[in-house]
């Protein structure tokens, strides 16, 4: 199947299924294994990869620098500043050492990480020199609900925001009941995180049966699920290549009105609001 495509609010269109490295580059043992999934992944399309500067304390950073080695050009690169780091000087100095460790000269998202200290309107501020000085292409939020979202787009230059990173899959689908219709509404994407929840998903016995069903793993059933909603981008972290065939494999599963009502049976839509859910 080609590669899904969700548009940011600038018209840029991105792939829905990108590349998570969280827990990647930390054991050298695996690094050569990792850096081939991540150029798999790219030979498959799914060239959205994903990082921050608190992964492995810029130890993922360094492994995705490495593994898009000559291929800058091909990649949306994303990385998240730290919430301590979300000043107005601390920001351009957090993306600069990003940016070193991954061997570029600009991010095409950066992303804060969670909610700290620092006001939205002074982290945004910075963002927006980073953007005027061509370090970054769009700036974007993770693990911000629905009332800070408002709050984000009531400061200057709040309205520039291009994603908000969350986490969302099967068995955490509080977005459902009022962000994701919130961020849809406005043209925002949401980029989902552990979209296989972190592989507990794999063990779901009722799950595995009605993969089965459809000619499908479980993981690309879950993962079909979360493709399946418009506006959405799912990053699973696969860390070694035949991982990474499977989750690509997703793109071939037909979520039909019978599928889509099988897995509500198995993961019901939440029926109140609840507090964003993080990990």
Known sequence: MPMKTVRLPSGETVPALGLGTWMMGDDQSRRAEEIAALRRGLDLGMTLIDT????????????????????????FLVSKVYPHNASKAGTVAACERSLKRLGTDRLDLYLLHW???????????????????????????????????????????????????????????????????????RGIPVMAYSPVEQAKLLRERRLAALAADHGASIAQLALAFVLDRDGVIAIPKAGRAAHVEDNAGSLDVVVTDELRASLDALFPPPRRATPLEMI
Do not use: C
Not at 147 to 176: H, K, T
């Open 115 to 185: 909610r700290g200290k620092y006001p939205l309107a002074e982290t945004v501020e910075a963002f927006e020199g980073l953007k005027a000085a061509g370090k970054i292409r769009h700036w974007g939020v993770s693990n911000l609900d629905s009332d800070d979202m408002d709050e984000l787009l009531a400061v200057p230059g709040g309205e520039a925001v291009a994603a908000n990173q969350v986490l969302y899959n099967l068995s955490r689908r509080g977005i459902e009941w009022d962000l994701l219709p919130s961020l849809q509404r």
């Open 52 to 75: 921050a500067e608190m992964y492995g304390e810029g130890a993922s950073e360094r492994l995705v620098g490495e593994a898009i080695a000559g291929r800058r050009d091909d990649v």
